[in-house]
Each structure stands twice: as C-alpha cells, then as structure tokens.
C-alpha cells in the first residue's frame, strides 16, 4: 500500500489498543503505543532509500527482505526496544505487542497489490502478489479516515474498529472474486491463455489485463466483467546474441527482468549507438507502456548508459540516456 494509507492503518491500530487497560490508564502509555504503531506501519518500507541510490537497486529490492518473516520479529524487538526508553509506561511487553500486530499488517496488505512482496522470504525468494487490492485504494484509506474521525469525535473505540476491519474484510473478498469473475470471462475470451494477470487499478471497476499464450501476449482493459483487448504482439524468444549478452550485463536490465512477468524486447540501430529495449506490458496508461529498461550500446557493444524506471516521453528518456558531464 501507499505510505498515506500505511500511516491511517497505524493510527487505527493505536486508537484500537486504547482498549487495553494498561494502555488507557497512561497518557504515556498510549503516546508510546500510538508511535509504535505509527513506527511499526511505516518500518518495512524504509528500503524506499534505495531510489535514492538508482532505480535497479530499488527495483531489486524493494518489498523483499524487509518485507520478511524473520522482519516480523527483528522490527518489532528494534522499535520496542527503543522505545521502551522513551515510554516506560508502555511497557516493553505492549510496546512489542502492538509494534508487531503493525508491522505483520503492513507486510500482510502489501501481498494483495500486483507489485506483491517476499513475504514468504527465507523459504523462497518468490514474490508473493494477489494483484487484486491497488497500491493506494480510495475505499480502505476513505474507511480508515472516516473510522479515526469517529474515534475523535467520540464514538466506542472497540465498536468503531471492530467495525472497519470486518467492512475491509468483506470489502477484500468481494475485491477478490471480482478479481476471479474477470479471470473466468478472460479464459472463455482467449481459451488458450497459458498465464492471466489481472491487476487492479486505482478505479473500482477497472482492471489491467495481461495474457500470455504459447504465441502471444494481449493486453487490455475490464470494465465490471466486459474484457477489451487493446493490442496482441507476437511472443518472440528473446534472442542469444552478442547484442542481448552485452545489455544483459547492465543491473537496469537485469532488475528489469527479474521482476517484470510480460514484457517485449527490440533492437534498435541507430546513428548514435545500438538501442536494446525492453517494455514491461502490464501497464498500459493511454496507449502508453511506460514501464521499460533501456540499453544504449556503442559500435563496440559496449554499454554507454542505461535507465530502467518509468517514462512517459521521449525527451525524458534521452535525458536519462545522456551520458553524465564531468
């Protein structure tokens, strides 16, 4: 989920550990819960640094060993920890508590977005994505919004909570058969689909479609359960030439790879090198896939510069491309 939404679940939770005698005895107590909460919902995205670093590293990444089972422990005994020092009311018993029930829900909602986590991390390395909740869901920030205005404003704190998670549970299930109902149409529309990803988007009744078959690749759009295929490439073998060998040495490109699922490639010779170019075709926007790695070569196949990251024009690729000045 988005960092917005991370925040408005730790609050929800920290408002719902008021419930707790040792928590509603101290003023103390409860700022340290809260910021537990707050802290504990926000921790498993700290390696967003990384885009700080360049976006292979990022790419590679994000949502994986932070996101994993044994986080579930080290992230709630670190924040704990440190603010058991700070708010000794808390309790460390509390503060591990309601720091780990934090933590775990972030790295559980996480796995229903199509970007998905390792949360499986160290059994496999495999990422884990349902695809049917989107990264920022107006409905599950709405609710929690509206069930922390009630809070202050005076409604039963258990009763308010109790409340939202049972609507958000309700609301997930009937996100994820919607989610099955359109791999069902889309099945029936291109029987022979070998893989279907059907991702959600920030629209309640619309979804990204990706289909994979033994010659093909379609993508399109589902409006309810109405499936519009916008384009069909062929499903060409990425070739085992000196062009593809030479790019595949660059980290974009293979932080590209390793985690797009359906994508096309091309070569493209031109006057100011050899252009290899890989386009991940899960995210269609306005005719538009932004979604690439690219990797501009020199006569001698060697790398001159390379992006991988999202591009919405020409001019700003060229600008990621250009060599950097010293």
Do not use: C
């Not at 619309?206 to 409006?223: E, I, N, S």
């Not at 031109?270 to 991940?280: A, E, Q, R, S």
Request: aromatic share 14%.
């Amino acid at each position: 989920m988005d960092t917005g939404t991370h925040v408005v679940m730790g609050i929800a939770l920290g408002a719902l550990a008021t419930v707790d005698p040792v928590v509603a005895g101290s003023s103390q107590a409860a700022i340290g819960i809260m910021t537990a909460t707050i802290i504990g919902s926000q921790i498993p995205d700290i390696d967003t640094v990384l885009k700080l670093k360049n976006n292979a590293d990022y790419i590679r990444n994000h949502r994986g060993i932070t996101h994993s089972l044994p986080m579930l422990a080290i992230w709630p005994l670190l924040i704990s920890s440190i603010l058991y020092f700070i708010f000794p009311a808390a309790t460390f018993i509390h503060l591990l508590l309601w720091t780990f029930i934090a933590v775990g829900l972030h790295i559980f909602v996480d796995i229903f977005n199509a970007y998905g986590t390792q949360a499986v991390r160290p059994f496999k390395e495999t990422w884990v994505a349902f695809g049917f909740i989107n990264t920022f869901d107006w409905f599950i920030f709405g609710s929690h919004v509206v069930a922390i205005a009630a809070w202050l404003l005076g409604s039963p704190v258990l009763a308010t909570f109790v409340t939202l998670y049972v609507i958000l549970a309700l609301y997930y299930v009937a996100r994820f058969v919607t989610q099955r109902m359109i791999k069902h149409a889309v099945q029936n529309l291109i029987p022979d689909s070998e893989e279907i990803i059907i991702a959600s988007t920030i629209h309640f009744f619309q979804w990204r479609v990706a289909v994979t078959t033994k010659d093909h690749y379609y993508v399109g759009r589902a409006f309810k359960r109405n499936i519009s295929i916008y384009e069909k490439f062929d499903r060409l073998p990425v070739p085992d030439n000196e062009i593809i060998r030479s790019a595949k040495k660059d980290k974009n490109l293979a932080a590209f790879i390793s985690f797009s699922k359906v994508y096309n490639w091309r070569i493209e010779e031109k006057l100011d090198g050899t252009y290899v170019t890989f386009t991940d075709l899960r995210y269609r926007s306005n005719g538009h896939y932004p979604f690439v790695a690219v990797v501009k070569l020199d006569d001698d196949l060697k790398i001159i510069s390379s992006y991988t990251g999202w591009i919405f024009s020409t001019e700003k690729l060229h600008k990621k491309l250009a060599p950097v000045s010293i």
